[in-house]
């Protein structure tokens, strides 16, 4: 099955196991008996230093007689699909891998699907408008046709493996065999993502994450190559993301009946039961959803992540799977019979505030730990193998005057009438443990305004191991007001030991969520820039070869144009506007004071004025009068010698 999300699920056939794959290729195995984690593996192949990431996945299994296998059992396979065009089959028993094929696809494969028990048959299809056809015994490649123009979204192999439903933008029914085209159908407005078969292969199903319906389509009958209407639609009230199908109990040789389960995006569970006599005729059940408490937070609520029919059980049932990823808690609920409405059933929930919340039970290992102050604390669901070590109530740091964040949480938990859980832990003579956002806050994330915050230069990383761990558990649980909290962190020396210390597939979801929060809120670019910096810095060989971060950097490249189209605009108007200023204001201040004239007058005697206008005309009309003698003496001497040379010459 294929999900847009970043973890996938799925229960195999005989719905005994949940798996639970991510984009990073880590596979878990649940046993939906008891809910145990049974195995749990990697998809990268030996000696390769860059997981492609995982795109889709499948069960299959190896028929008996071919098997080997010393209990003589079929053989489970999980086939997983990556960016790079490859697929392989991992063994669930023993998880590792059995086979992979690199010759598939040019592109990024979109969908794998195996046959029924009595078919030994992988399929898949990718970008390239491709499908092929695999041996699940030995994973060579049989055959490989194209199928349309368009990029193939998903692939449903019917249980006797003679034909293929293919989703794009549109759907087909292939044959298998002939690679000729069946049937063709209009599909939905975006490519379909789900698909299903009834079990006598009468109906093919489908949705889109575009589309709140289910389609079903007749799949039976001559040839043709007109497009089909859809047989019936189901209503929901969200979009479908996954679908399942089985055989009704009332079903008689008169009247074909069977089940069709969907899983909305919003983790709603519907169920309904659809009757063939000349047209389909559908019924709702029963919806399924996860009772929340009031209490909680919207953040922390459960959902269901994965559900299918139960083909063991007696009497009709549902396997539902809902909670945590790392851990989810796995119930199997009865269906009532069919009556005129449907039925709601809830399933309860009762969240204590998130998964970082004491444990009622004290561990042995936290027993025998002699750090009391200093309890371990796995945090994050997905980041199982990370440890953090927390100090509550350090009275060094209150000596030192800290901002007491974790205090002011225990004050604000007092004055709104709720008992502190460090408190409550203490009366029972247990060790200490703080919630999450008080963790946050002893790790001095957030710092006091106008106290600077004293960064020792030996120090080798100062918190950046702690901002790591937390930072990988925000991004795998898509934590957003954590990862606002670690987006708020300025210091580029934690930052750059932050983001170097990530493993590459988080760094890719980094750069994700840095340029969707770039796209969506401008303003903030010199905030996220220190982080993307960071990022180009120590991941770029990964970030440059991934397919998967290809978006992301053309939308980050785009982000950085659509910036710069602005700056030589207003370059140019900095500059007009510098002209005019220059050009209404005087150049030299002094000429501007003198052209405005004096300030301060002083009056004098008149008499005074008089005389002294006198002086200066007596001073003024001595030189000219002396000028005007020297110029006749200049003249006279210039006649007497112009006539001595006349005399001469004659």
């Known amino acids: 099955m294929r999900d847009s999300s970043r973890l996938r699920f799925a229960f195999n056939p005989a719905g005994s196991t949940l798996a639970v794959v991510t984009d990073e290729g880590t596979i878990r195995l649940f046993d939906t008996g008891s809910g145990r984690l049974q195995v749990e593996f990697a998809t990268r192949p030996e000696g390769a230093e860059v997981s492609q990431p995982c795109t889709c996945f499948a069960w299959a299994s190896v028929p008996q007689q071919i098997a080997k296998s010393s209990r003589g059992s079929a053989r489970q396979l999980i086939v997983v699909g990556n960016g790079a065009g490859e697929v392989a089959a991992f063994d669930t028993a023993l998880g590792e891998e059995v086979w992979r094929v ?37 994973g060579k490649l049989q055959q490989q046709f194209e199928a349309g123009k368009h990029a193939l979204t998903c692939v449903k192999a019917a249980s006797d493996g003679q034909s293929l439903l293919l989703g794009s933008s549109g759907l087909a029914v292939w044959d298998a065999v002939t690679r000729q085209r069946l049937y063709k159908y209009p599909g939905h407005v975006t490519p379909a993502d789900a698909l299903a ?5 009468q109906y093919a199903l489908s949705s889109s994450q575009g589309e709140r319906h289910v389609a079903v389509w007749k799949a039976t009958g001559k040839a043709s190559k007109k497009t089909k209407p859809a047989a019936a639609l189901l209503s929901m009230e969200q979009p479908p993301v996954q679908l399942d199908v089985a055989a009704a109990s009332n079903t008689t040789a ?82 009532p019979p069919l009556s005129s409405a449907p039925s709601s059933i809830d399933i309860k929930c009762q969240t204590a505030g998130g998964v970082l919340l004491p444990s009622k039970h004290k561990s042995r290992s936290a027993q025998a730990n002699p750090i009391k102050d200093a309890p371990m604390v796995v945090v994050g669901a997905e980041n199982t193998g990370h440890v953090v070590m927390l100090k509550a109530h350090s009275r060094k740091r209150q000596a030192e005057g800290s901002n007491g964040s974790a205090e002011a949480a225990l004050d604000t938990q007092q004055a709104e009438g709720q008992k502190p859980v460090a408190e409550g832990r203490e009366q029972q003579g247990q060790d200490v443990e703080l919630t999450l956002e008080q963790r946050v806050n002893a790790l001095q994330l957030h710092q006091t305004p106008g106290v600077p915050k004293a960064v020792d230069p030996a120090s080798p990383s100062d918190k950046a191991v702690s901002v790591t761990v937390l930072l990988t558990q925000a991004l795998r649980a898509d934590d957003r007001q954590l990862l606002e909290k670690c987006f708020a962190i300025s210091n580029d020396r934690v930052v750059k030991s932050t983001v170097q210390q990530l493993a590459p597939q988080d760094v890719a979801r980094l750069l994700q969520v840095a340029v969707q929060r770039l796209q969506s809120s401008p303003k903030r670019g010199r905030q996220i820039a220190t982080w993307l910096r960071a990022m180009l810095l120590h991941h770029t060989a990964y970030l440059m070869s991934a397919p998967g971060v290809q978006a992301s950097l053309t939308g980050l490249y785009q982000a950085i144009e659509a910036r710069l189209a602005l700056y030589k605009p207003l370059v140019s108007l900095q500059g007009r506007l510098d002209l005019l200023l220059s ?48 110029e006749t003496a200049e003249s006279d001497q210039l006649s007497t010698s112009s006539s001595g040379d006349e005399s001469e010459g004659d």
């Open 102 to 138: 690199s010759s598939c696809h040019q592109g990024s494969v979109t969908g794998v699907a195996g046959a029924g028990a009595g078919s030994q048959h992988i399929y898949s299809v990718g970008t390239d408008a491709m499908a092929c056809t695999i041996d699940a015994l030995n």
């Open 197 to 201: 078969y009834s079990p006598d292969g």
């Open 254 to 335: 008169k009247i074909s009946c069977f089940n069709v389960l969907a899983v909305s995006t919003a983790g709603r569970v519907c169920v309904w039961q659809c009757e063939v006599l000349d047209s389909v005729k559908s019924t709702l059940r029963a919806t399924i959803q996860i009772e929340n408490d009031t209490m909680s937070p919207p953040r922390s609520q459960e959902s269901i992540l994965a559900a299918c029919f139960d083909s063991v059980a007696a009497e009709e049932a549902v396997l539902v799977a809902w909670g945590l990823s790392a851990k989810p808690t796995l119930q199997r609920i009865m269906l």
């Open 583 to 630: 050009q209404a204001a005087p150049a030299d201040p002094l000429s501007a004071h003198l052209a405005q004239g004096p300030l301060i007058y002083h009056d004098e005697d008149e008499s005074l004025q008089e005389v002294e206008v006198e002086d200066v005309l007596a001073l003024q009309g001595k030189p000219d009068a002396e000028s005007e003698s020297e």
